[in-house]
């Protein structure tokens, strides 16, 4: 059975990411993060933040909605994904 990961980075536009695991696994590890700092961040100032925002959320199995300081946090982390960009909000 496929599972799906559903997260939201950013406000207006989204960056829909096409999981990809092996990629996700060497970011965390060039990140160095380690499983003591998992934990939700009320503030998303780095990359680093960001994928710990998002190892936070998976560890308790919920989706999550995430708003990183700058664009160019989200666009640098999508860049590492295939994904598309699309108009976000709320239905």
Not at 14 to 40: G, Y
């Amino acid at each position: 059975m496929e599972k799906k990961i559903a997260i939201g980075i950013h406000s207006v536009v989204d960056w829909e990411c096409k999981w990809n695991a092996e990629i996700f696994c060497k970011t965390v590890e060039d990140l160095e993060i380690e499983e003591r700092e998992i934990a939700p961040l009320k503030s998303i100032h780095s990359e680093r933040d960001l994928v710990i925002s998002i190892l936070a959320s998976m560890r308790q199995g919920r989706g999550c909605e995430l708003f990183p300081e700058t664009n160019a946090l989200v666009e640098n982390f999508a860049a590492k994904f295939s994904y598309n960009t699309t108009v976000g909000g709320t239905g």
